[in-house]
């Protein structure tokens, strides 16, 4: 995909590989930044985003998981771990 081509996303996935993960507390409201690259990024540009915990299908992510990322108007709404990652 073309990065026009990604900013135009008004909803879709991509599947993806999480980096890191990491709990963030903004005036006592939790929520997870997570850190990833885009499987089909030859660059493998790192990407960031930071969602609430009903985002996070499962509630078992971890470093080296294969995931998939929902988007809607190019928002991360919500982040699916793969089966066999």
Known sequence: MTRCMIA???KGSRDAVLK??????????????IVF???DDPGEQLNAARVGPEAIVGHSLEAGDRIRVEYLVGVVV??????GA
Do not use: C, F
């Not at 890191?20 to 930044?33: L, Y």
């Open 8 to 10: 135009a996303m008004l």
């Open 20 to 33: 890191r993960i990491q709990p963030v507390s903004i005036h006592g409201q939790v929520s997870w930044e």
């Open 37 to 39: 690259t885009h499987e």
């Open 78 to 83: 919500k982040v699916t771990r793969l089966p």
